[in-house]
């Protein structure tokens, strides 16, 4: 169309507003400020700073550990092994306080070790097995969480627990380690881990690269990206920030409860596809992610201070996601 001819911008001035485009785009940041405001008018107290501070305190976990599940999705997999991952990280980083004296370096940097074998063992089995990462990663699941479980004996692993001879735990969770998990640290690290990961994906050729994996694999190869490598490096990437979130997660509890990572799972698929449409991304992307976790931070603290039933709140948030989805793959067949 020439823009130079009047007539041509007259009829350009004449397009139909798209309701759907503007709702795709901004519809999750709208839905969160009505949330807001009708919270607000139902209970004043929702909109005050301390509560502001604990739904940011609430979403963190679940942001950390849903940048993993944005990151794999980028290069078109999908990790369902995160919250297993977090449940044995979160047990590995106490019993290292608990049962071996060690301190926080040993047990953080053993948890991530950890975490770091079951993404390489992930990376082996999807790439060079060539197995569907959806399936592969349910299996790993299982098999994470059971050796979690073992590695604990099925017990909540806390200072001064009983040990299997009679005798009480010595070890002492670091003082240092305790504060992780506190405000405002543990908003902080979701706040840096978020801006890394998304000047990764959108700033530097690696993360371009992943997008292009994730869009059109085969046109990748032919363009001489090395996808194999990328697709290592995401679930990887997936393995690490799944630790990361079940570390804080023991930092803020201060015990390795059983499966402690399970119930992020859900929640954390739902921001990392929520994310997709913020802002007409239409695809994974780290700010969008943390605007999904926000999302739904901000139901469950509303729903909660309405007095909902803590059993209708995965309606809901199953609700959204399918919402979310429906709008998501609707837009790209369009």
Do not use: C
């Amino acid at each position: 169309m020439d823009l130079s001819n009047p007539i041509s911008t007259k009829k350009l001035n004449k397009l139909p507003f798209n309701w759907f485009d503007f709702l795709y785009k901004y519809g999750t940041i709208i839905t969160i400020f009505v949330l807001i405001l009708v919270f607000s008018m139902s209970n004043p107290s929702f909109i005050q700073g301390n509560n502001l501070i604990n739904i940011l305190r609430s979403i963190s976990i679940v942001t950390i550990i849903a940048i993993g599940i944005t990151i794999s999705l980028s290069v078109n997999g999908f990790d369902l092994s995160v919250g297993s991952v977090a449940s044995l990280s979160n047990a590995i980083v106490i019993s290292m306080f608990v049962w071996f004296s060690q301190n926080t370096v040993v047990a953080v940097l053993s948890a991530i070790a950890a975490s770091l074998l079951v993404g390489a063992f992930n990376s082996f089995m999807i790439v060079k097995g060539k197995i569907p990462d959806m399936l592969m990663t349910l299996a790993t699941m299982f098999i994470i969480q059971g050796i979690a479980l073992t590695y604990t004996k099925g017990a909540t692993v806390s200072q001064n627990m009983v040990m299997p001879d009679g005798t009480f735990s010595k070890g002492v969770i670091s003082p240092l380690f305790a504060k992780i998990g506190a405000v405002p640290w543990i908003i902080f690290i979701m706040i840096v881990v978020v801006v890394i990961v998304h000047v990764f994906l959108t700033y530097t050729k690696y993360g371009r690269y992943m997008y292009i994996i994730g869009g059109n694999a085969e046109a990748a190869r032919l363009s001489g990206i090395p996808i194999n490598k990328y697709k290592i490096a995401a679930y990887l990437l997936s393995a690490l920030f799944a630790s990361i979130g079940g570390i804080v997660h023991a930092s803020r509890v201060l015990t390795a409860e059983i499966n402690a990572g399970a119930p992020y799972l859900m929640d954390s698929v739902a921001a990392a596809f929520i994310g997709f449409s913020v802002l007409g991304a239409g695809k994974p992307n780290a700010f969008g992610t943390f605007i999904g976790a926000a999302l739904i931070g901000i139901l469950q603290n509303g729903l909660v201070m309405l007095s909902v039933p803590y059993y209708s709140m995965d309606i809901v948030k199953g609700a959204v996601l399918s919402f979310a989805l429906a709008i998501t793959y609707y837009k790209q067949k369009h």
